[in-house]
């Protein structure tokens, strides 16, 4: 076939190779596993104070230690995962439809349409992300859906700028002057032939997004715009550890530790499937 | 590009940059009087009637028309009054120059330190690329893009100031010892390293990738051929051309530099515009909320177009005429 993409069982094939990439997809595996098995994982509630618990170091009944309420950080840390993951999806799926969408009509129908998104792109990359979000947040409230629309908001021109270098690449390729010389229509040329042949880079750019998505999130999260209490999420239980740091370092650090895991694990997976998808990048490594 | 066309090049940039300027300030003005709720409930407090809603809203302007707002903040914005704050009624763009020594010292640190460390570690793992220093430079562009910010500051915290005692955790100095160069340069250390810390990863990743790119170019290939040593090839030769788009890369990077310094400035306590900001939010402060928003965009948009003139000054293959 002309242009074709690499076949998706040799991609596979390198990312299971991909030593670092199947690292991360791991993390990312364990964090989704114990975000929904949370309330069968957690050996205790997340929202159950105990004033004589108070402050425990971590032990055999509180393997993570408790915090200022008495609650157990383990557990908080568990639930927690739910938060941040489920913002983290959400708001990927809304800044990939959009980007994705957007991306691919500038780049595939270029011209005045290709410029005047590109530059709409550039106003959104040119504001400090968190201000915006912060405004948007703080004013509307932040529910799951507002704090993901957001994030959606200020993450999708990225987005739509990789999208549609790789169709302006791939609209003067010989397979897709054929399907329009064989009368295929606009829209099924950009559905059927070039995005599913774009699909690679969309595919790397859903990982790295997650764990933008995430960081971001907490970083709300942290500034008090993000779950609110009792409910746990990780940046929430960091802010609460702040104020113990001198006598409880156990607060702060777990759930931290677990944003940066788990970001972690959606970057060195992402970077896994790139190397593993990119044709590009696997001739030169090869 | 000749001196006319980098001109013309520069004034329609600049006019597309004005326009992104009154596009920020209406979709901001739009954005704060859709959201639910107003001023009125934070400035009055508790139970409050109707009445006493409307007076305040009457005070603050707020019962006139969306465009007559905008039109008057517009106007009174080009004369360069940005307002007043709602609650403490000082001049916004008071409250923003207060502030704006502290911000840009973080900043300017921030970019220093991570060009400073990022560039040189870049240039060793493209040129020992698969060696150790390869391993270093991914691991830190790796690790760079994952930490939050805030926590990573927080655990700096944690070692330096809770565990070794060696610097401080908050403020901008000592009470009492503003002027003193040592005590500040003391409490800046740890939110530098911690803004700077995050920085790195992406130009580090930038320099290591562009030097590879051109290290495989004929260029060098002829450089080398002549008999020219490996210093002199990787300094004269390729890291100049490596490194313009570093610079694209630095420019780029403001936004997120200054949206990272908001975490910063509120993990350290440090009295910048990010924390303005932040407290003008939560206080319904239009006017601040617009006049800290309105700079930072202004400071951005203009960052970027130096950078875009600076990149075809550099490299005269580009012409964007």
Redesign the interface.
């Known amino acids: 076939m002309i242009g074709s993409a690499p076949s998706p069982t040799s991609g596979l094939g390198r990312l299971l190779r991909h030593r670092r990439g199947v690292l991360g997809g791991l993390a990312v595996m364990a964090m989704v596993v114990t975000g929904s098995l949370a309330p069968t994982l957690a050996p205790y509630s997340y929202s159950t104070q105990s004033l004589l618990q108070r402050l425990q170091p971590p032990s055999a009944a509180h393997w993570l230690g408790t915090d200022g309420f008495g609650r157990d950080v383990l557990s908080r840390t568990i639930w927690g995962s739910r938060v941040s993951l489920e913002i983290g999806l959400f708001a990927t799926v809304l800044s990939l439809v959009v980007g994705t969408l957007v991306g691919s009509v500038a780049g595939y129908l270029g011209g005045a349409v290709d410029t005047t998104i590109m530059r709409a792109a550039d106003v959104f990359l040119s504001v400090p992300a968190l201000f915006l979000i912060l405004i948007v947040v703080a004013l509307f409230g932040a529910s799951l859906i507002n704090t993901a629309l957001v994030i959606a908001l200020v993450t999708w021109a990225p987005v739509a700028r990789i999208v549609r270098s790789e169709c302006l690449s791939l609209r003067g390729r010989d397979f897709v002057q054929a399907a329009h010389a064989l009368g295929a229509g606009h829209a099924r040329v950009l559905g059927r032939h070039v995005l599913v042949n774009a699909l690679p880079v969309i595919v790397v750019q859903t990982s790295l997004l997650l764990g933008q998505t995430i960081l971001i999130e907490s970083g709300l999260s942290y500034l008090g715009l993000g779950a609110q209490p009792p409910l746990p999420s990780w940046g929430n239980m960091v802010v609460d550890g702040r104020q113990f740091l001198a006598s409880a370092w156990w607060i702060a650090t777990f759930p931290g530790l677990a944003i940066f895991v788990t970001v972690l694990g959606f970057n060195l997976f992402g970077d896994g499937l790139r190397d593993a998808f990119d044709p590009a990048l696997y001739s030169e490594s090869s | 590009m000749s001196a006319r066309g980098l001109i013309a090049y520069a004034l329609k940039r600049l006019g ?1 940059a004005v326009l ?1 300027l009154v ?2 300030t209406i979709i ?1 003005f739009a ?2 009087r859709v ?3 107003g001023p009125e409930a934070v400035l009055v407090g508790g139970e409050f009637s109707p009445e006493t809603a409307a007076r305040v809203r009457q005070r603050l302007g707020l019962d006139r028309p969306l465009v007559a707002q905008y039109a008057g903040w517009a106007g009174a914005a080009l004369r360069g009054d940005l307002g007043r704050s709602f609650k403490t009624n000082d001049p916004v763009a008071t409250l923003i120059v207060d502030r704006l020594g502290p911000t840009l010292q973080l900043t300017a640190g921030a970019l220093l330190f991570a060009i400073a460390v990022a560039v040189p570690l870049g240039v060793l793992a493209a040129v020992r690329r698969g060696s150790v220093w390869d391993t270093v430079g991914s691991a830190v562009s ?2 760079g ?7 990573l500051g ?2 700096l ?2 070692l330096f100031s ?1 565990g070794w005692h060696l610097l401080p955790p908050s403020g901008l100095s000592e009470y009492g010892r503003e002027g003193d160069v040592t005590s500040r340069v003391r409490h800046a250390v740890l939110p530098t390293l911690t803004l700077g810390l995050i920085q790195m990863a992406s130009f580090m990743r930038f320099t290591r990738s562009s030097l590879l790119e051109v290290l495989g170019q004929d260029y060098i290939r002829t450089a080398r051929a002549k008999g020219l040593g490996s210093p002199r090839v990787i300094w004269r030769h390729a890291l100049r051309n490596a490194l313009i788009p570093v610079v694209t890369v630095v420019g ?1 990077s ?3 530099l ?3 310094a ?2 910063t400035e ?2 350290f306590a440090w009295p910048g515009i990010g924390r303005l ?2 407290g003008a ?2 206080e ?1 402060d239009y006017p601040v ?1 617009m006049g ?2 309105v700079m ?2 202004a400071v ?2 203009v960052a ?1 177009l130096l950078t875009d003139l600076a990149y075809c000054v550099i490299d005269p293959r580009i012409s964007y005429s």
Do not use: C, K, Q
């Open positions: 597309f992104m596009g920020v901001l954005i704060m959201a639910p709720g790796l690790f893009v994952s930490f939050p910010s805030f926590w927080i655990m915290i944690l809770e780029l403001l936004p997120t200054v949206g990272g908001v975490l509120t993990v900001a932040v939010v939560f319904r909320i800290v928003n930072v965009a951005v948009i970027n």
